[in-house]
Structure formats: C-alpha cells, structure tokens
C-alpha cells in the first residue's frame, strides 16, 4: 500500500523523540486487554465487526487471545508469542486457513508492515506539519480513542487522507487506525475500552 510506504519513509527520516511523550508500541504489557469496533468499505460494501485481544505474560512468552466477528464470521483464536511480529504472521497466517474473521486484523492492527515500521526505532510525535514530497504531507497531532489521550499521525494526498494512526503512551497496541487503499477502499478500526488490571 502506498500509504504504508510512506508512512515507513517518513519513520525512517524521523529522529528520536524530543519531548516526554514516551511510547512503547507492540512492546506488550503483563496483562491487557482491548476491545475494539472495525468498520470498512470494501467494494462499495460496507461491513463492520468487533474485536477483543487479550494478552497476559507466562514467563518469557505473552499469550495472545483475540476472539471477534466480522461479516457473517466468527472464532476465537490463542497462542504463544515472544514478540508482536510473530503475532502478525500468525494473524496473517490464520485470516488464510478458516478464519476469515480475523483479515480486518491483518489490514490494520497487525499488519506487518505497520508492526515493522513502529517497532524500528522512536517516532518524532510533536505536533506539526512535515512535507513528504511535492503533494504528500505528515501532520501530527492530539487525539484521544476509548478515553485514552495519545498522538494521531495522518497523511495526507493532495487534500485527502489516506492513513490515520493514533498511538497512546497507556497502550502496547495502537488505538486507532485508518486507512485508504489505492483501490478506494476504506478499513478503520477504534479503540472502545481498554483495561491493563486483571
């Protein structure tokens, strides 16, 4: 997608954070827990679908359990992990074989290429304007999903948006993600509660 590509170009070109707004995306916590609503246009249809992820520490491993439905879908998978890009390509792997559920995971939460991105170095989140090239622009600033306050990173094509992420310093995983495919279609998925106490 090109809107990952910019947005790895732009992650790349960032320095280290220079103020305290500290975060930790994808390094999971002892426990967490998320739920959160997803909604797309794919085709000119619209469909929709809920999610919860739950994820607890044993010993060395993390074990990830993310049950959910999306369109006339639904399961729950769990397994054991040592880090967030193994989640990913499990993800991934799962949305292939019978669980077709979980592909509006693989298009924003865990998707590779963003799991890859945040977790290559600090991002630059002050709030600003930053021109990528001649019709590409990054903005970064204030948000608040599912009660949590954070940074939201859009970018920008002409004047449309064609990628939304928001990133809190209280959670491991992102709380908001949005995304324009070149083909037209739209994938969203929001942060509705979050809880890190068993």
Same mark, same amino acid.
Request: charged share 30%.
């Given at each position: 997608?090109?809107?990952?590509?910019?947005?790895?170009?732009?992650?790349?070109?960032?320095?280290?954070?220079?103020?305290? =707004?500290?975060?930790?995306?994808?390094? *999971?916590?002892?426990?967490e827990?998320?739920?959160?609503?997803?909604?797309?246009? *794919?085709?000119?249809?619209?469909?929709?679908?809920? *999610?919860?992820?739950?994820?607890?520490? #044993?010993? #060395?491993?993390?074990?990830?359990?993310?049950?959910?439905?999306?369109?006339?879908?639904?399961?729950?998978?769990?397994?054991? *992990?040592?880090?967030?890009s193994?989640?990913?390509?499990f993800?991934?792997?799962?949305?292939? =074989?019978?669980?077709?559920?979980?592909?509006?995971?693989?298009?924003?939460? =865990?998707?590779?290429?963003? +799991?890859?991105?945040?977790?290559?170095?600090?991002? !630059?989140?002050?709030?600003?304007?930053? #021109?990528? !090239?001649?019709?590409?622009?990054?903005?970064?600033? %204030?948000?608040?999903?599912?009660?949590?306050?954070?940074?939201?990173?859009?970018?920008?094509?002409?004047?449309? +948006?064609? =990628?939304?992420?928001?990133?809190?310093?209280?959670?491991?995983?992102?709380?908001?993600?949005?995304? %324009?495919?070149?083909?037209?279609?739209?994938?969203?998925?929001?942060?509705?509660?979050?809880?890190?106490?068993?």
């Amino acid at each position: 997608m090109k809107a990952l590509v910019v947005l790895t170009l732009t992650a790349l070109s960032l320095s280290p954070a220079s103020d305290k =707004f500290e975060l930790k995306p994808y390094l *999971f916590k002892s426990y967490e827990r998320y739920i959160y609503d997803y909604r797309e246009v *794919f085709r000119g249809v619209r469909n929709t679908g809920r *999610f919860e992820i739950v994820i607890r520490k #044993k010993g #060395k491993e993390y074990e990830v359990t993310i049950g959910g439905r999306y369109r006339e879908w639904e399961g729950v998978v769990s397994e054991r *992990f040592t880090d967030a890009s193994e989640v990913a390509g499990f993800v991934l792997m799962k949305s292939y =074989f019978n669980h077709h559920w979980l592909i509006p995971l693989t298009r924003t939460l =865990f998707s590779k290429a963003l +799991v890859k991105v945040l977790r290559a170095k600090n991002l !630059d989140l002050s709030p600003g304007v930053k #021109k990528l !090239d001649e019709d590409t622009l990054r903005v970064v600033r %204030k948000c608040k999903v599912g009660g949590l306050s954070g940074r939201m990173i859009e970018i920008l094509k002409g004047k449309e +948006v064609v =990628f939304r992420l928001c990133l809190s310093p209280y959670t491991s995983l992102p709380t908001y993600v949005y995304k %324009k495919s070149e083909e037209g279609n739209l994938y969203e998925i929001k942060l509705l509660e979050y809880s890190d106490l068993k």
